[in-house]
């Protein structure tokens, strides 16, 4: 509706449409904010900055009134509806129909929704129910029970933001290039891999989106300060930002343990101490990759073996009433996926360089080996894995039967040089 959304701050109104998808058109200028809050940063960034107070804002949704009613009046409404569909702990009760909303896809014309998106995925949200893991619920902690340790290596399920009754606070786009390099780098050994995920932060839409992971290839510790010199060097030359990391749990779930939760709540504070205005903050998130994980709870089935290697991103929520082991609860994030064009040089680059450092690693994958001693080989295994994080000049058409010449040859071409690569044996 024209001018159904108001914003009065500091003894300046300011007028805005909502739009059918959820978004605000500010009136005048016809810009389009994803939420109330990157609307009421942008208002706010037009006051003169001698009149501004930086410390006493208030919540945008507190403040932004719909048709004379303030959004948080609606928000609660909601959010009792929506109370409906959960049990208590956060439990999802109606399997993916609970699941979190994709979020409005931008410039459709390029971003490809693959087999599931990570928070939307009923696997994910199931494999906490393994007994062969120690993968526990959050609401389970006692919060306040300061002689209540938990081990590091524990596991703790993600949240979906829609279960705590919290809309996810911004967007994100990973392209398939980022994923292919992650997944070709967590199948080389049979330990943890560990990386840097970077891209660009658009604070008007609220949107993350990740262009570039920057795997670590640090022969020991000592090496450690040089390698994230030049990973740090690497972004100012490409215009990027430092925008989250990722890691592996090579045959476990791709849930966070403690100690990956400590360590993304110290990424997420150190990102928003170097930031001289809270509003010039960008999210970081973690990513975890588990590429040799196989869910056993279905006796063994040969066909439940599943080849793909499974995904989540989340984000930390502090908790504050957890005193000296102030942990924050592990949300599950919701993202988009683009899949790009074509396979960069910097990315083959990037393997071939990958490739020859492990080759050399006492736990390297022998890609001739039979997988979990399946019928099916490592590499065969790898293969699957990354033929759904390939380049759209690599995928079949679906409007096609059978793809073209030029289009067998690149891809057979493609996998002729991985094969070089891993040494494998034809």
């Given at each position: 509706?024209?001018?159904?959304?108001?914003?009065?701050?500091?003894?300046?109104?300011?007028?805005?449409?909502?739009?059918?998808?959820?978004?605000?058109?500010?009136?005048g200028t016809n810009q389009v904010f994803a939420n109330p809050s990157s609307w009421a940063?942008?208002?706010?960034?037009?006051?003169?900055?001698?009149?501004?107070?930086?410390?006493?804002?208030?919540?945008?949704?507190?403040?932004?009134?719909?048709?004379?009613?303030?959004?948080?009046?609606?928000?609660?409404?909601?959010?009792?509806?929506?109370?409906?569909?959960?049990?208590?702990?956060?439990?999802?009760?109606?399997?993916?129909?609970?699941s979190v909303n994709t979020p409005t896809v931008i410039g459709s014309d390029r971003l490809y929704k693959l087999d599931k998106i990570s928070a939307g995925d009923p696997e994910i949200s199931i494999l906490e129910n393994n007994p062969n893991e120690n993968i526990i619920n959050f609401n389970s902690i006692d919060l306040n029970n300061k002689d209540f340790n938990l081990d590091d290596r524990t596991k703790i399920a993600c949240v979906p933001f829609n279960s705590v009754f919290c809309l996810q606070p911004f967007l994100v786009t990973i392209s398939t290039n980022v994923l292919l390099l992650i997944?070709?780098?967590?199948?080389?050994?049979?330990?943890?891999?560990?990386?840097?995920?970077?891209?660009?932060?658009?604070?008007?839409?609220?949107?993350?989106?990740?262009?570039?992971?920057?795997?670590?290839?640090?022969?020991?510790?000592?090496?450690?300060?040089?390698?994230?010199?030049?990973?740090?060097?690497?972004?100012?030359?490409?215009?990027?930002?430092?925008?989250?990391?990722y890691h592996s749990h090579p045959r476990t779930a791709p849930h966070p343990s403690i100690a990956d939760i400590k360590r993304q709540l110290k990424y997420q504070k150190q990102m928003l101490a170097t930031k001289k205005d809270v509003r010039d903050y960008s999210p970081c998130v973690g990513l975890i990759c588990s590429p040799f994980y196989s869910n056993?709870?279905?006796?063994?089935?040969?066909?439940?073996?599943?080849l793909t290697t499974l995904f989540q991103m989340f984000w930390v929520m502090p908790i504050f009433t957890m005193g000296n082991r102030n942990i924050g609860r592990p949300m599950q994030i919701s993202y988009q996926i683009a899949?790009?064009?074509?396979?960069?040089?910097d990315l083959l680059v990037e393997m071939r360089v990958l490739a020859a450092h492990f080759a050399v690693h006492q736990k390297f994958i022998k890609f001739n080996d039979t997988y979990n001693g399946e019928s099916t080989s490592y590499w065969n295994k790898l293969q699957e894995s990354l033929k759904t994080k390939l380049p759209r000049d690599l995928v079949e058409q679906q409007s096609q039967a059978v793809q073209n010449d030029i289009q067998q040859q690149a891809l057979m071409h493609f996998w002729s040089f991985l094969k070089n690569l891993l040494l494998i044996s034809t």
């Amino acid at each position: 509706m024209d001018g159904s959304l108001t914003y009065e701050i500091l003894g300046a109104k300011f007028f805005g449409d909502l739009l059918a998808n959820g978004f605000i058109r500010m009136s005048g200028t016809n810009q389009v904010f994803a939420n109330p809050s990157s609307w009421a940063n942008y208002c706010r960034s037009t006051i003169p900055s001698t009149s501004k107070d930086h410390k006493n804002y208030g919540s945008a949704w507190s403040i932004i009134r719909y048709l004379g009613k303030r959004l948080d009046s609606y928000k609660l409404r909601w959010y009792r509806k929506q109370k409906k569909q959960f049990t208590l702990g956060g439990t999802i009760i109606n399997g993916q129909n609970c699941s979190v909303n994709t979020p409005t896809v931008i410039g459709s014309d390029r971003l490809y929704k693959l087999d599931k998106i990570s928070a939307g995925d009923p696997e994910i949200s199931i494999l906490e129910n393994n007994p062969n893991e120690n993968i526990i619920n959050f609401n389970s902690i006692d919060l306040n029970n300061k002689d209540f340790n938990l081990d590091d290596r524990t596991k703790i399920a993600c949240v979906p933001f829609n279960s705590v009754f919290c809309l996810q606070p911004f967007l994100v786009t990973i392209s398939t290039n980022v994923l292919l390099l992650i997944d070709f780098h967590s199948h080389l050994i049979s330990t943890e891999v560990n990386g840097y995920l970077a891209g660009l932060w658009d604070p008007r839409t609220q949107h993350l989106t990740i262009t570039q992971a920057f795997p670590l290839r640090c022969k020991s510790s000592k090496e450690f300060d040089s390698c994230t010199l030049k990973i740090k060097q690497n972004l100012v030359q490409k215009g990027l930002i430092l925008v989250g990391w990722y890691h592996s749990h090579p045959r476990t779930a791709p849930h966070p343990s403690i100690a990956d939760i400590k360590r993304q709540l110290k990424y997420q504070k150190q990102m928003l101490a170097t930031k001289k205005d809270v509003r010039d903050y960008s999210p970081c998130v973690g990513l975890i990759c588990s590429p040799f994980y196989s869910n056993n709870n279905n006796n063994n089935n040969n066909d439940d073996i599943k080849l793909t290697t499974l995904f989540q991103m989340f984000w930390v929520m502090p908790i504050f009433t957890m005193g000296n082991r102030n942990i924050g609860r592990p949300m599950q994030i919701s993202y988009q996926i683009a899949r790009d064009a074509f396979l960069t040089q910097d990315l083959l680059v990037e393997m071939r360089v990958l490739a020859a450092h492990f080759a050399v690693h006492q736990k390297f994958i022998k890609f001739n080996d039979t997988y979990n001693g399946e019928s099916t080989s490592y590499w065969n295994k790898l293969q699957e894995s990354l033929k759904t994080k390939l380049p759209r000049d690599l995928v079949e058409q679906q409007s096609q039967a059978v793809q073209n010449d030029i289009q067998q040859q690149a891809l057979m071409h493609f996998w002729s040089f991985l094969k070089n690569l891993l040494l494998i044996s034809t």
